[in-house]
């Protein structure tokens, strides 16, 4: 089974519409990351969340590692074209090994 | 600074063949991580070198392997290629021994094609 999933699988909003991704962990989560990929490209770094209940923002974009550790979210606040693209959570559940989940697919229409 | 390059850009191989793919990593860069990315698929991990050596590795076979050059630049091999080999291979660099440790850095890939 997957360590990570990560949900929805795809997911297509009006432009300047909000939206929360998912991503849910088997195991304790001791830093979890999201990554940004374009299709056929390479994954850009978004953000890293260690504590419980953490919370970082860039842009628009927000993300939160739940209390208990095996959840992560990731909000879009009025979703523009440039949101579109892969978002993949990751974690190194068993470093150095990084585990990454198999992405959600947003499409922002104009 | 430069960013993690990665060569070729695209390649066809046939079943069979042996094929070698190249990384720069990014200035300062000490760690590099090969992962496989199947078409849908997050990326998965094929291992890591540090300093030169082999520091963990995923759940693929020996035909899979690599090397890590003095300035941290590196290559993975994969023998006796395979449909299923088919994928985008994405290396990242970061700097292990620091705070920013778990910051991977990616390059574009390389995206092979097994006929």
């Known amino acids: 089974s997957q360590e990570l999933e990560q949900s929805p699988q795809s997911l297509i909003v009006q432009e300047g519409k909000n939206l929360t991704i998912n991503c849910t962990s088997s195991k304790t989560l001791y830093g979890l990351y999201w990554y940004k990929q374009k299709y056929g490209e390479g994954l850009i770094f978004l953000m890293m969340l260690q504590k419980g209940g953490e919370e970082k923002s860039h842009e628009k974009i927000t993300a939160k590692l739940d209390e208990k550790k095996q959840q992560s979210s990731l909000h879009i606040t009025a979703s523009q074209p440039s949101h579109a693209g892969i978002y993949l959570c990751?974690?190194?559940?068993?470093?150095?090994?990084?585990?990454f989940g198999d992405g959600t697919t947003l499409t922002v229409k104009p | 600074e430069t960013g993690v390059t990665q060569s070729p850009t695209h390649l066809i191989k046939t079943r069979g063949q042996q094929v070698t793919l190249r990384c720069s990593s990014q200035?300062?860069?000490?760690?590099v991580s090969w992962y496989q990315q199947a078409l849908g698929q997050g990326p998965q991990f094929i291992f890591q070198?540090?300093?030169?050596?082999?520091?963990g590795r995923g759940n693929f076979p020996p035909r899979f392997s690599g090397l890590q050059f003095p300035n941290y630049s590196s290559e993975l091999n994969v023998n006796a290629l395979e449909l299923d080999d088919s994928a985008l291979y994405l290396c990242?660099?970061?700097?292990?021994?620091?705070?920013?440790?778990?910051?991977?850095?990616f390059g574009p890939g390389t995206r092979l094609t097994v006929t």
């Open positions: 990751g974690a190194d559940i068993s470093a150095p090994k990084s585990t």
């Open positions: 990242a660099s970061s700097r292990t021994d620091s705070e920013t440790a778990y910051e991977q850095y």
């Open positions: 200035s300062g860069h000490n760690t």
């Open positions: 070198y540090y300093r030169e050596e082999e520091n």
